[in-house]
């Protein structure tokens, strides 16, 4: 077997190389297909200059819609980060805005018919279940408070909810958002009988509330899509610029009366 069977094998082995070659010849022909063509019509150069120029302004516009609606080639989007874990009393907490505050009295509850709500549960249950203080399903969420984060809209008001989207859209900073689910230890009720569906959770009383404290991080979604738009724009400015000098310089030489020199 020669290097080439093997490097076939290797292909269609690995779905990874494989789908990587199919984007890169795909690309190749694509790309190489549209140069050729303006090659043989506008010269190997000008040919490049406009290639270069039509695949870097596709994707300026490309990377701007990725960029204003968060879709496509994105960064790491927001999720809650967890600062700490309390046992039983806020009061004692290290994060500052807790401790200010351990009866979360002006914290604003986050009810369970709340989109957020699930978020905070399953991020709950994965960090205390990767620290070890529950297992799997032997919790239950007693309640979630938040506060922080830019301001919410009073109203349903038509003129409130654009007031409220502009501000927060010019907000230069994003106030901090914390938040803190309490949780409880459940009954042990056994396995269910067979053929029947898992009993309903019920927190066990006797065990103390754990109170997991949760900080927002907001990612980076849009990074990625906007450093790409503008390293596309500044390419594709380059060589607009470049053919723009190269169309004046043509238009000088033609323009010229005087006869050429021999």
Known sequence: ????????????????????????????????????????????????LLAIAGLFGWCTIMGLIWWVYGIGWIGQDPSWRALEINYGDLSAAVTEVVAEDPDLSGWDAVPPADPSFGELQATTEEVLVAAGVFDPGGFIVLEA???????????DAVVDRVANRVTNTLRPTHPPHYAVVEVRAVVDQGPPPPGEAPPVPVADESQPVVSLVLERDLGNRRFTPAAFTFFSAVVFGITANALHRRDKMEAENRARTEPASA
């Open 1 to 48: 077997m020669d290097l080439l069977d093997l490097t076939l094998a290797a292909i269609s082995w690995e779905p990874q190389i494989r789908g990587a070659t199919a984007v890169a010849i795909g690309f190749v022909v694509l790309c190489g297909s549209v140069y050729l063509l303006l090659a043989t019509n506008s010269g190997a150069r000008t040919g490049l």
């Open 145 to 155: 408070f938040e506060t922080g984060g830019k301001p919410e809209r009073q109203s």
